[in-house]
């Protein structure tokens, strides 16, 4: 079943600007991971964030969590065209075992 | 870290043919491995996840199944194909309180 699911399907911006995604879920989580995938390659981890954490960064990447909001952001600052990629948020429930389930993505373009 | 070795990276197969994909793992022991498809481009459906050596469990009741003969191989099967079994096939590694390692995936055609 749906975990996590990505807003907006598809962002398109130009370089220099920062690009922001948002992933929301419906279940208490263990901890929430973000990862990029460029065309037709695997997955490439970015973050994982933990239910206790509020906030990660990672280079030009920021990552926030609400857990009261049930929701996450990736923000991408200063965007270069090879940042062009497909982005998907994966959680980890708080309860049981429970495996990585991923939402649907985010397309993000950055044009130069 | 973890590398995932997939293969081949792209199938072409017949309607009723059988399947074997492969997925094997470096640089760690005993890891938690995963079955993902990804159709048209979109979110990854789980398949088939393994804790250890003959312990598998399916997510989705589906043509295909799934085996782990060793610690580090990960084996996706299926007796015949259909034109639905079509997409992209991945394998991971890890990815519960840890990051997970991804294979370049295995595009599959069923023609």
């Known amino acids: 079943s749906q975990q996590g699911e990505e807003d907006p399907q598809a962002l398109s911006i130009q370089e220099g600007e920062n690009a922001t995604m948002n992933c929301s879920y419906k279940?208490?989580?263990?901890?929430l991971q973000w990862y990029r995938q460029n065309s037709g390659r695997g997955l490439v981890h970015l973050i994982l964030?933990?239910?206790?954490?509020r906030e990660k960064h990672s280079g030009r990447l920021r990552v926030t969590l609400d857990t009261s909001k049930k929701s996450s952001s990736l923000l991408i600052t200063a965007s270069r065209a090879a940042d062009t990629a497909s982005y998907f948020c994966?959680?980890?429930?708080?309860?049981?075992?429970?495996?990585?389930?991923f939402g649907k993505g985010t397309m993000l373009l950055v044009s130069p | 870290s973890q590398t995932i070795h997939q293969w081949p990276a792209t199938l072409v197969q017949p309607v009723g043919s059988p399947l074997s994909l492969e997925c094997t793992v470096e640089?760690?022991?005993?890891?938690?491995l995963y079955w993902y498809r990804q159709a048209a481009g979109r979110g990854l459906q789980l398949l088939f996840y393994?804790?250890?050596?003959?312990?598998i469990s399916s997510e989705v009741p589906q043509n295909l199944s799934a085996s782990r003969p060793q610690d580090r191989q990960f084996i996706l099967s299926s007796k015949k194909l259909l034109l639905s079994d079509s997409g992209f096939y991945l394998c991971?590694?890890?990815?519960?309180?840890?990051?997970?390692?991804f294979g370049q995936g295995t595009r599959l055609t069923v023609v």
């Open positions: 994966a959680t980890v429930l708080a309860s049981g075992y429970s495996t990585l389930t």
């Open positions: 279940t208490s989580i263990n901890n």
């Open positions: 964030i933990r239910s206790n954490e």
């Open positions: 640089g760690t022991s005993n890891p938690n």
């Open positions: 393994s804790v250890g050596i003959g312990q």
């Open positions: 991971a590694g890890g990815g519960r309180n840890t990051e997970a390692f």
